[in-house]
C-alpha cells in the first residue's frame, strides 16, 4: 500500500508545484493534467483487485521526467522537481506490494477461464 | 455466511454486505457534498463552504462548465446536479440484491461497475479543469473527485466475479446473456 501512497502524495505536491516553485506555460499545464490522473490511479491501483492499474502510472512518471526537456520552463527548479518526482513515481509503479487474497485466476480468467 | 456464497477461487465474497455497504456509504456522502454545491449553483444557499482556497468555489461553481449542460441544451442541470444524481444512482445500484448477487443478478454488478467507472473519470476531467481553465481550485469539488475515486477499486471486484461467472457458464456451453440476467443453470 506505501507505494500507492507515496504517489498519491508525489501527485497532490506536483498538482501544488506550479503555484509553489512559481512556473507557468506547457510545464504548468502538464503538471497540472498528470498529475491528478497519478493520484488516482495510484487510488484505484490501493485496492488488491485493481492493483494492476499500478502500471499506467509508469508512463506517466516518464512523461514527467522527460517533458521539461521538451518544453524547457525558464527556470532549472520546476525541470528537476518534474523528473525526480517523475522518476519516484516510476519506480513506484514497479513495485507490486503484498497481495493478501484470491480472486479467482483474477482478470485474465475472463478470457482465460480457470474453474 | 455460507460457502457457497463465495466465488470459485476467490478468498471472500466480493457481494457481501461489508464489502458493499462501505461503498453505498461513500456514495451516500458524494450525494450530500454534490447536492449542497448544486443547491448553491442553483441559487438556493447563499454561500459556500471554502476554507482553502478563498474565491475558488464561488469561481469554479459558477464556471462556464459547470453550467454546460444549461447553456447547450437548456436543460436547467448544473455538474454538481448530474454529480448528485450519479451517485444516487450509484448507492442504489450498490444496495439492489443479496450476497450473491455476483452470480444470480451479474446486471446489477455490471450496471454498478459501469456506473461507478464513468463518474470517477469525470471526477477526474473536473479536476483537471480547475486550475487549467479558471486557476482556481474548489474544496468540496475535490473532495467529491476524491470519493469518486476511492469507489472505484472497492467496486471492481465484484464485477470481476460476475465476469468470472459470465465466463464459465459460457464454457460449459449456456448463455451469457441469459447468465448476465441471472436465468437459468446455475452449475
Known amino acids: ?115 | 455466511m455460507s460457502r457457497s456464497d463465495i466465488p470459485p477461487g476467490w478468498s471472500y465474497n466480493p457481494a457481501a454486505w461489508g464489502q458493499r455497504l462501505p461503498i453505498v456509504g461513500l456514495a451516500l456522502l458524494g450525494f450530500g457534498i454534490a447536492t449542497y454545491l448544486a443547491l448553491y449553483q442553483y441559487g438556493v444557499v447563499a454561500s459556500m463552504w471554502e476554507p482553502f482556497f478563498g474565491e475558488g468555489s464561488r469561481i469554479i461553481l459558477t464556471s462556464t462548465v459547470s453550467h454546460f449542460l444549461e447553456r447547450h441544451t437548456g436543460l436547467p442541470l448544473t455538474d454538481a446536479a448530474l454529480g448528485a444524481f450519479g451517485y444516487l444512482l450509484d448507492a442504489v445500484a450498490g444496495v439492489v440484491g443479496g450476497r450473491k448477487r455476483w452470480r444470480t443478478m451479474p446486471w446489477i454488478v455490471i450496471v454498478f461497475g459501469v456506473l461507478v467507472g464513468p463518474l470517477g473519470a469525470f471526477s477526474i476531467l473536473l479536476v483537471i479543469l480547475q486550475p487549467f481553465m479558471f486557476h482556481a481550485w474548489c474544496t468540496l469539488c475535490l473532495a467529491t473527485a476524491v470519493i469518486s475515486i476511492a469507489m472505484i477499486g472497492p467496486t471492481m471486484d465484484e464485477v470481476l466475479a460476475s465476469l468470472q461467472h459470465m465466463r464459465r457458464v459460457v464454457v460449459r456451453g449456456g448463455s451469457w446473456w441469459r447468465a448476465f440476467w441471472g436465468l437459468g443453470g446455475e452449475a
Open chain 1, 1 to 115: 500500500m506505501w507505494p500507492r501512497i507515496a504517489q498519491i502524495a508525489l501527485g497532490v505536491w506536483l498538482m501544488a508545484a506550479p503555484q509553489v516553485l512559481g512556473y507557468a506555460g506547457a510545464t504548468r499545464i502538464s503538471s497540472l493534467i498528470v498529475a491528478p490522473m497519478v493520484v488516482s490511479f495510484a487510488a484505484v491501483a490501493i485496492a488488491e483487485v485493481t492493483r494492476p492499474v499500478r502500471w499506467a502510472n509508469l508512463p506517466l512518471g516518464f512523461w514527467l521526467m522527460v517533458s521539461p526537456w521538451i518544453f524547457w520552463p525558464p527556470a532549472v527548479g520546476p525541470t528537476l522537481n518534474s523528473f525526480f518526482s517523475g522518476a519516484a513515481v516510476a519506480t513506484l509503479s514497479l513495485i507490486p506490494g503484498t497481495i493478501h487474497d484470491a480472486f479467482g485466476g483474477g482478470w485474465r480468467a475472463v478470457w482465460r477461464p480457470n474453474p
